[in-house]
C-alpha cells in the first residue's frame, strides 16, 4: 500500500450494541416464515379468491406436510382460519399483518427501483430486507426522491 494511503478503518461495536444486533436479526428469522406465509395467502385471495395450502406449497418451494404444520401454526396464532377441504382465510389480525408486510415489500422495491435497480431485482432483494429493515430505515426509503 502506498504511504500516502489512508488505511480503512474497522471498528467493532461495543458486545452490548453488537449482541443488541444479532438478537434483533434472530427475531427477525422468528417472524420471517408467518409473515411470508400471511402475505401470500393474503394476495392468493386477492387473484384468485381462495388460498390452498397446495398453491402455498408450489409457491413457497416446500412439500405439502410443511405447509400444514405450517397452518396449524398460524391458526393457533389467530392469524388464519382453516377447515378441512376448504380454502383458507385470514383473520383480522392477519389480514393486518398481510398488509403491514405489503406495504412495508413495496415501499422498499420502489426505492430499490429509484435508485436504478432492476424491477426483478428489486423484488428479490425487497423480499429479504423487507423482514430485516429498522422502522427508521424503512421511513426514510418511503420518503426518498431522487
Not at 91 to 98: E, P, R
Request: net charge negative.
Amino acid at each position: 500500500m502506498p504511504a500516502n494511503a489512508k488505511k480503512s478503518e474497522l471498528t467493532l461495536a461495543d458486545p452490548e450494541t453488537q449482541a443488541s444486533w444479532f438478537a434483533r436479526v434472530r427475531e427477525a428469522h422468528q417472524t420471517e416464515t408467518t409473515e411470508d406465509y400471511v402475505e401470500l395467502i393474503a394476495d392468493l385471495i386477492e387473484f384468485q379468491k381462495e388460498a390452498r395450502a397446495s398453491d402455498l406449497a408450489k409457491r413457497l418451494g416446500v412439500a405439502h406436510p410443511t405447509v400444514t404444520k405450517m397452518l396449524s401454526r398460524l391458526q393457533d396464532e389467530g392469524y388464519i382460519e382453516t377447515q378441512p377441504y376448504r380454502s383458507i382465510f385470514l383473520t383480522s389480525k392477519g389480514a393486518a399483518l398481510a398488509k403491514k408486510c405489503k406495504e412495508r415489500h413495496q415501499n422498499i422495491h420502489e426505492f430499490l427501483n429509484r435508485l436504478g435497480v432492476d424491477p426483478g431485482a428489486a423484488g428479490f432483494d425487497a423480499e429479504g430486507i423487507e423482514h430485516h429493515i429498522s422502522a427508521q430505515t424503512l421511513n426514510i426509503m418511503k420518503n426518498y426522491k431522487t
